[in-house]
């Protein structure tokens, strides 16, 4: 059975930087697609960046585009990061690391297409 860890949510000032992990055990899955999403209080889960398997391909939603990045360890490709830079208060939320243990070689981008998630990560961004 997959089990997804997040780490290094935290509370940061507008413009700071905050550093996420999500590590993977159960299985090993560095052919798979992985991603991060985020619920903000009272909204949907939204989409905010994907990674393919090998790290080369990445998408990110428009909202964090030049400011969050994603990557995936290949000497450990049961870790993916999300490192958020220029922090802002609308980015705070519940971030979540996903796994997609349906395609191999892909990149997925729909809350759908994954199948394992983690519990979620408290990410705070004051003014």
């Known amino acids: 059975q997959v089990q997804l860890v997040e780490s290094g949510g935290g509370s940061a000032q507008a413009g700071g930087s905050l550093r996420l992990s999500c590590a993977g055990s159960?299985?090993?899955?560095?052919?798979?697609?992985m991603g991060w999403f985020r619920q903000a209080p009272g909204q949907e889960r939204e989409f905010v960046a994907a990674?393919?398997?090998?790290?080369?391909?990445?998408?990110y939603a428009d909202s964090v585009k030049g400011r969050f990045t994603i990557s995936r360890d290949n000497a450990n490709a049961n870790t993916v990061y999300l490192q958020m830079n220029s922090l802002k208060p609308e980015d705070t939320a519940v971030y979540y690391c996903?796994?997609?243990?349906?395609?191999?070689?892909?990149?997925?981008?729909?809350?759908?297409?994954?199948?394992?998630w983690g519990q979620g990560t408290q990410v705070t961004v004051s003014s």
């Open positions: 159960g299985r090993t899955f560095s052919s798979n697609p």
């Open positions: 990674i393919n398997w090998s790290g080369r391909s990445t998408n």
């Open positions: 996903a796994l997609n243990t349906r395609v191999r070689f892909g990149i997925s981008m729909r809350e759908s297409d994954y199948d394992s």
